[in-house]
């Protein structure tokens, strides 16, 4: 089955300063790849996701990369704000259909932006 | 768009209890349904997925069952909850686009 890694495990930045967290996957055959915003207590949230045909995507602050020969994606977040403190999970899936997806976490990142 | 309704939110339960966590679905029909389950400072581990009414695939042996009696109810179970057993617990469903829409949770604590 699909593995995948990420890190780092926690990632403290100054306000207005960028964050990058990078995850690595194992099944070449993953061809979808979302990011989840965890607030504490809360709910994971999708905030942003690429597909195995795409090699960046950007939303306002925040883009995501995927490397597919390399296996690995990363979330980049730029000036980053005290909102953006939050657990942040990576996963990759084999997208078959919308019903069929089973997506595999990285273990998460604990962002912290101290203001 | 798709809905998942938890319950209960919080639930404090003695070694030995039984558990019941209840996840219902609104907006979609015959999804595929997930438990997940979220130690504390932890990831989100995949304990079963449904493809359909009575159809339950166990991902990681454990002390818990799952069951789909209808449609768009999915139901986590235990006969006898062991300490290791609390944790955050997530219902999840594909949302509008590739990714999962999840419920609120459930935060189990088993003292």
């Known amino acids: 089955g699909e593995n995948v890694e990420q890190h780092p495990s926690t990632l403290s930045v100054q306000e207005g300063d960028s964050a990058v967290i990078k995850c690595t996957y194992s099944d070449s055959a993953s061809n979808y790849f979302p990011w989840y915003k965890q607030e504490l207590g809360k709910r994971p949230q999708l905030i942003i996701d690429?597909?195995?045909?795409?090699g960046e995507k950007k939303d306002q602050r925040i883009a995501v990369t995927l490397n597919k020969t390399a296996k690995h994606f990363s979330l980049h977040i730029t000036e980053t704000q005290p909102e953006d403190s939050a657990v942040y999970f990576c996963?990759?899936?084999?997208?078959?259909?919308?019903?069929?997806?089973?997506?595999?976490f990285g273990g998460g990142t604990r962002v912290l932006v101290k203001p | 768009s798709q809905t998942i309704h938890q319950w209960p939110a919080t639930l404090v339960q003695p070694v030995g209890s039984p558990l019941s966590l209840e996840c219902t679905v609104e907006?979609?029909?015959?999804?595929?349904l997930y438990w997940y389950r979220q130690a504390a400072g932890r990831g989100l581990q995949l304990l079963f997925y449904s493809v359909g009414i009575g159809q339950i695939s166990s991902e990681v042996p454990q002390n818990l069952s799952a069951s789909r009696p209808q449609d768009r109810q999915f139901i986590l179970s235990s006969k006898k909850l062991l300490l290791s057993d609390s944790g955050f617990y997530l219902c999840?469903?594909?949302?509008?686009?590739?990714?999962?829409?999840f419920g609120s949770g459930t935060r189990l604590t088993v003292v």
């Open positions: 999840a469903c594909p949302g509008a686009l590739d990714g999962y829409t």
């Open positions: 690429i597909r195995s045909n795409v």
């Open positions: 907006g979609t029909s015959n999804p595929n």
């Open positions: 996963a990759a899936s084999w997208r078959i259909k919308a019903a069929g997806n089973k997506l595999t």
